[in-house]
């Protein structure tokens, strides 16, 4: 009897730790069209799950044609960042926090780096920063001083629990523990924070929709 009830505890425990089903979110915009680029975020509250591998502790944003290639970057907190400038002219840029953040008072931390154009048949001269600056977590606005229409994304996050969406407009997390998760969107034209979205997960595979409240501009991939 007593063996018994030790291994139904057991086999409880187990459960407990193991129940965990996929989750996928879709981002739609107002128009009810898959977004991408948006970055979907969870804040998981139950135990066990897989935690989805670290994001990136490195990446590169390239200058190209005026444009910021890609368009927007997911990050670790503290990840060391590669500005490369392709154009044969110099950019300066800029970044700040972005979102409904961006229009408050300025010159509240952020960042600027001069990158020297690219000389024809040398090679490119890279400018690292690292995104550990109090204040970094979030979307950062990145423009140019010297090219007003340039405009791109790094969005830093001290959870892996954070993904961006591809062309399809959504993302997939293999193991999310059951219980209470909630969702969080960020996409760059939607200004105003959307309220999270609260799921009572269960093993069985969950599927949730986000529609912003904007049609984003075209943005590439
Ligand atoms: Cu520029």
């Given amino acids: 009897m007593r063996r018994a009830l030790l291994l139904m505890g057991a086999l409880v425990l187990k459960a407990a730790t193991v129940a965990a089903g996929p989750l996928t979110v879709e981002v739609i915009d107002k128009n009810g069209k898959p977004t991408p680029n948006a970055v979907v975020l969870l804040q998981v509250a139950g135990l066990g799950g897989r935690t989805p591998p670290p994001l990136p502790r490195e990446a590169t944003v390239a200058q190209e044609k005026m444009q910021f290639v890609p368009a927007v970057s997911l990050v670790a907190r503290g990840a060391r960042v590669r500005f490369v400038n392709h154009?044969?002219?110099?950019?300066h840029?800029?970044?700040?926090?972005?979102?409904?953040?961006?229009?408050?008072?300025?010159?509240?931390?952020?960042?600027?780096l001069r990158l020297p154009g690219h000389e024809e048949?040398?090679?490119?001269?890279?400018?690292?920063?690292?995104?550990?600056?109090?204040?970094?977590?979030?979307?950062?606005l990145l423009g140019c001083h010297i090219h007003g229409s340039m405009r791109g994304?790094?969005?830093?996050?001290d959870t892996p629990w954070a993904a961006k969406t591809g062309g399809d407009g959504t993302v997939h997390f293999e193991e999310v523990p059951d219980g209470p998760v909630q969702v969080r969107v960020w996409q760059a034209d939607q200004l105003i924070d959307l309220p999270p979205q609260l799921l009572q997960l269960t093993r069985a595979p969950a599927r949730v929709s986000m529609q912003l409240q904007v049609v984003p501009r075209r943005a590439r991939l």
Avoid at 93 to 103: D, E, I, L, N
Avoid at 153 to 157: A, E, Q, R, T, W
Wanted: proline share 6%.
């Fill in 153 to 157: 994304y790094i969005y830093v996050s």
């Fill in 87 to 91: 154009d044969a002219w110099d950019h």
């Fill in 93 to 112: 840029v800029r970044g700040s926090a972005a979102g409904a953040a961006q229009f408050s008072a300025a010159g509240k931390g952020g960042f600027e």
């Fill in 121 to 140: 048949g040398k090679p490119a001269r890279p400018v690292e920063l690292t995104l550990d600056q109090p204040g970094v977590v979030g979307a950062n």
